[in-house]
């Protein structure tokens, strides 16, 4: 490996380091509770999808009621150079957001990739078909374990808003992310301050929420996220108020 990118890896990791000592120390932790799912409008919710800067696509999602459960479908269309990847998403969920059922469809370039995730008391089975073959891979997981597409904001969406944060709190939980099939601990902490951010000429004032292990930060006023940085990825995805 050249020594460019040692040190690019290397100063990613003292930077997320530097993140959480300084949440450890001016954010109280606090046990992250889930209080109730919010009332979904009967709507479809648009975000403009940004890369560097740069508006290259979209993403929407609706959720409806189905009998006890919970169902979202998602689509995000991206156009990046020169080719264009489409994920359709559907995800069904219980009333405590915890997962039911989870099918993931990707077009890239004419090719296709499925993706489904199977729910077994503390295992989730994901299989991956690919050109007619399919790998499965099994992940242990704890109770409580909430499904997250990481490059979805509704899943965010749901989960901080049907949860206990406060501003100036912290807290810590494990996501699971079908495209990579893992468990991940995370930590949201929520900054003692609103924030003010302009969309289109319009000020919105926002709660901010930060995630370190991910480098996402979201962006919520009356409870919806507006606002979803990945500063990994370089991208945004702002919602179309």
Not at 23 to 30: D, G, M, Q, T
Not at 34 to 54: A, C, I, M, S
Not at 69 to 87: D, H
Request: glycine content about 4%; some cysteine; charged content about 25%.
């Amino acid at each position: 490996m050249k020594i460019k990118y040692l040190i690019a890896a290397a100063l990613i990791a003292i930077g997320v380091f530097a993140i959480e000592f300084y949440a450890e120390n001016r954010f109280p932790e606090e046990e992250f509770k889930f209080t109730g799912l919010p009332v979904f409008r009967d709507q479809e919710n648009n975000y403009k999808f940004f890369r560097v800067g740069e508006e290259v696509g979209y993403y929407n999602y609706t959720v409806e009621q189905t009998d006890m459960n919970y169902l979202m479908k998602c689509t995000t269309n991206v156009g990046i150079e020169g080719g264009n990847i489409l994920l359709e998403s559907s995800y069904t969920f219980n009333r405590d957001f915890l997962p039911i059922d989870y099918d993931l469809n990707v077009t890239e370039s004419g090719e296709k990739t499925f993706i489904k995730c199977m729910f077994e008391p503390g295992t989730i089975t994901t299989s991956v078909t690919f050109q007619n073959d399919t790998v499965s891979l099994e992940e242990e997981i704890e109770k409580d374990t909430y499904l997250i597409e990481n490059s979805m904001p509704s899943f965010w969406e749901i989960l901080i808003t049907s949860s206990n944060i406060e501003p100036g709190k912290r807290y810590y939980l494990n996501i699971f992310i079908p495209q990579s099939a893992r468990v991940i601990p995370i930590t949201l902490v929520v900054e003692k301050n609103t924030k003010n951010i302009d969309l289109d000429g319009i000020t919105y004032e926002c709660i901010v929420v930060k995630e370190s292990q991910l480098e996402l930060n979201f962006y919520l006023h009356e409870g919806e996220l507006i606002l979803y940085e990945d500063f990994r990825q370089d991208t945004a995805l702002r919602k179309i108020l």
